[in-house]
């Protein structure tokens, strides 16, 4: 008897464990340091100064999350807090995929990049908050990434540059439910690809 509770005992103890990893691995996988202040994020991806991009700390390596089709020599620009291409993240109003005019300088900025750097791609990642069904959110992130998509074209950038996709609620930048967790979910990400 002793024997099965020294192995139960074991088990338990190795299934606590892997509890214990699950629960913090979902802690820093499900929420995104978007440092863009209190509640309702400001224009861009976060950052001091409100732009600078999601949970970017300057000389780290996730500091290129987004910019991998960015020449080196160009990320200091979108990671400049004060140049409007450092706004790698559109937010939307609930229910919207009108773009926000808060946004349009960001959109003119990156629209003129894309048409001076016609070998750069961007893949528009459309997201929404968690309210609503699966199959709507669906195609209304679909529907902001291709808002962006069109807003990007009419400054500049080629057709042949952007894509767009769609997550829906399934990759929310911050986890909750309550108005600050679904402002900064309602959105488009800025990916520069290779």
Known sequence: MNKMTFKMGQ???LIAVLVAAMLVLAACGGKKNLRDGDDLPAAGMGGQGGDQ????NSGRDIDVRGLEGID????AM???PNNPLSTRIIYFDLDQSAIPSRFSQAIQAHGRYLSQHPNVKLRLEGHTDERGTREYNVALGERRAESVQQALQLSGASSSQLSTL??????PAELGSNESAYSKNRRVEF???K
Do not use: K
């Not at 991009?53 to 970017?56: D, E, H, I, L, S």
């Not at 769609?166 to 990759?171: A, M, N, P, Q, T």
């Open 166 to 171: 769609s997550f829906g609620e399934e990759r």
């Open 72 to 75: 080196p020599a160009d990320r």
């Open 191 to 193: 990916i520069y690809t």
């Open 11 to 13: 088990r338990f103890s």
């Open 78 to 80: 979108f990671m400049d």
């Open 53 to 56: 991009g999601m949970g970017m």
